[in-house]
């Protein structure tokens, strides 16, 4: 089995991120790590090996990634541009946002339909990882999440087109969503221990497309976490986004066509939410024909055994 890598991203200034410095210290209190040659924002990269030769690096920043892409994206691409993975560390916020959750998403911004590549199986691995380690440590009163497709550079007046512009699989990984819980040790335990598990295995689920719903969707969270039958994460796109001309006009398919193929192994098939608008199931159905897989209603996806996927 070939050596795999990763990198993770810390912002390690807690008046920016409540978030990021406690998982780090937590991964350098319990794992064995040494310095590299590279150098970001004047810290020395950090690198662990794993009993499988499979090597985690670890970047300390000033500022969270997303708030200053445009000045960290060149590093990215000279020193991480080949990894299989890449995450971002921090804190889940927003209004309603959900507390005592510990949340995983893939990068895209749907709006101008950039999507960062999609790595299914560490993706999955992570995602499951998070829930393992969750149950290890009793860390009853949280719940891992997927979460929607998006970048949070967007929120920082960063340019959509910067998504495209690194080859790296992206995910965010955070806890949510107060100040209580981005300070709970036990969470950020769970998190350093899982980052660790992208590798894990390299047994691939099926890759659905999720479409439809709202942000934080039960039903493809469940899914990617079942025991025994689970699917891949990768991009989720919700109805709130979906739902404009971009998605349902003339040139949808196009654009759907450009998330699909951002996606390691292409995708098995397309869930669907039942209240997806009418519109946007038709592209569906014809892309889902254009490839050769199954459309899939979002309540059949409850028993991902029972569905196409696992009868083929």
């Known amino acids: ?74 590093l990215i691409n000279e020193y991480f541009e080949d990894f299989d993975i890449a995450a971002m560390v921090n804190w889940h916020g927003g209004q309603n946002a959900p507390d005592k959750v510990l949340c995983i998403h893939t990068v895209g ?21 998070l829930e393992h380690h969750r ?22 007046d960063g340019k959509s087109e910067w998504i495209e512009e690194s080859k790296l699989p992206f995910l965010d990984i955070e806890i949510g969503s107060t100040s209580e819980s981005y300070n709970n040790p036990v969470a950020a335990s769970v998190i350093a221990y899982a980052l660790m598990d992208a590798f894990a295995s390299e047994e691939k689920a099926p890759t659905v497309l999720y479409m439809g719903g709202v942000h934080f969707e039960d039903t493809i969270t469940n899914a990617v976490l079942h025991k025994s039958h689970p699917v891949s994460l ?17 040139d949808a398919r196009d654009y759907l066509m450009k998330c699909i193929d951002s996606i390691h192994g292409s995708i098995d098939g397309i869930v669907i939410h039942e209240k997806l608008k009418r519109e ?22 409850k028993s991902p055994e029972s569905t196409v996927l696992y009868q083929q």
């Open 280 to 301: 946007i199931k038709d592209h569906v159905e014809i892309i889902a024909e254009i490839l050769s897989i199954p459309v899939i209603k979002r309540k059949a996806l």
């Open 109 to 129: 911004d749907l709006a101008s339909a950039r999507y960062s590549r999609s790595n299914p199986v560490p993706s999955t691995n992570l995602a499951r990882a």
């Open 135 to 156: 149950e290890r440590l009793n860390l009853e009163e949280f719940k891992v999440t997927t979460e929607a497709t998006h970048w949070s550079g967007i929120v920082y």
């Open 1 to 74: 089995m070939a050596s795999k890598k990763a990198v993770y991203f810390f912002c390690i200034d807690e008046s920016k991120d409540e978030v990021a410095p406690k998982v780090l210290g937590k991964i350098m209190e319990t794992f064995e790590l040494t310095e590299t040659d590279i150098e970001v924002d004047g810290y020395k990269v950090l690198k662990y090996i794993d009993e499988a030769s499979n090597e985690f690096y670890f970047v300390k920043t000033k500022v969270v990634i997303c708030a200053d892409y445009s000045s960290y994206l060149p």
């Open 234 to 250: 990768t991009h989720i796109l919700p109805s709130r986004w979906l739902e404009n001309e971009m998605y349902m006009g003339e």
